[in-house]
């Protein structure tokens, strides 16, 4: 039986291939377009769960200063490595920390606040969920406001299952004829507690279609309500929920 590992582990493939398979992915489509509205020209923005980099470097491209926090050093030096590409007054613009979001130590104040991607959804509705809004609203400058981008539970708990030896994602990498496949091995719904996991197959594949290289991965959402978590810390729902995608919406709030 195949080790099951953590989603974006040493030796896994979902933090190699990260910034392939998000850029394929429709559900985040104008995602950067909604943050930047958050904060004024200029402003200073945290990204909560930054990964690879794919939306500080991109907020940074829009002037903002950016600093980037994530808990894997994996998909840290990945985002270094985009952060050292990229024109260097834009480089100067993002700093990079390696940190829990449900244990903050950045300074404030910031403009905006931003966990994109279901960052949130990776820890458990709770005491790790009132942590984070609480270290949030005590970084946020007076009227700053905060979003998180959270998967709906009924979307998730009605998804499907497809069968495990069909890929739900091939896409190739390189001239070489690589290409990357992931099959859902498992995907389990309990909407009672909110909690939604599925077992992904990560496979690397040559030109001749032989396994290079394979990972199996367990990855665990957790879906509920930020509001309560957020009027807990003294922040105010801003606006309606935004859509995005087909699974999720971005909640925003605002410090007072």
């Known amino acids: ?12 493939l979902s933090a190699p291939f990260y910034d392939l398979t998000t850029a394929l992915d429709p ?5 950067v377009d909604i943050y930047a509205r958050l904060a004024p020209e200029g402003g200073r923005v945290l990204e909560l769960g930054a990964g690879t980099g794919r939306v500080c470097l991109a907020l940074a491209e829009r002037g903002f200063t950016v600093v980037g926090l994530d808990l894997s050093p994996l998909m840290l030096a990945q985002a270094e490595a985009r952060r050292q590409a990229a024109p260097p007054e834009i480089a100067a613009r993002v700093t990079l920390v390696r940190g829990d ?7 404030g104040p910031f403009d905006a606040i931003v966990c994109p ?36 539970a009924d979307r998730l708990a009605a998804a499907p299952a497809p069968p495990p030896d069909r890929p739900v994602l091939r896409a190739p990498f390189n001239d070489q004829g690589q290409e990357l496949l992931v099959f859902v091995h498992d995907r389990r719904a309990r909407p009672e507690i909110g909690r939604f996991d599925q077992v992904l197959d990560y496979q690397v594949r040559d030109a001749q ?6 990972s199996r991965e367990r990855l665990t959402y957790y879906a509920a309500d930020p509001a309560p978590f957020a009027r807990s810390a003294g922040l105010e729902p801003d ?9 999720g919406d971005v909640h925003v709030f605002r410090r007072p």
Not at 101 to 107: D, E, F, G, K, R
Not at 127 to 140: D, I, T
Not at 239 to 247: C, F, M, R, S, T
Request: aromatic share 10%.
């Open 117 to 152: 991607y279901f960052g949130l959804a990776h820890l458990p509705a709770g005491a790790a969920w009132k942590n984070v809004f609480g270290g949030v609203a005590a970084r946020l400058a007076p009227g700053g406001r905060a979003a998180f981008h959270l998967p709906r």
């Open 239 to 247: 606006g309606d929920l935004i859509a995005l995608g087909q699974v």
């Open 101 to 107: 979001m449900a244990a903050l130590s950045v300074p």
């Open 27 to 31: 559900d985040l489509s104008g995602d």
């Open 209 to 214: 279609g032989r396994v290079q290289a394979s």
């Open 1 to 12: 039986m195949a080790e099951v590992k953590p989603y974006y582990s040493p030796g896994g």
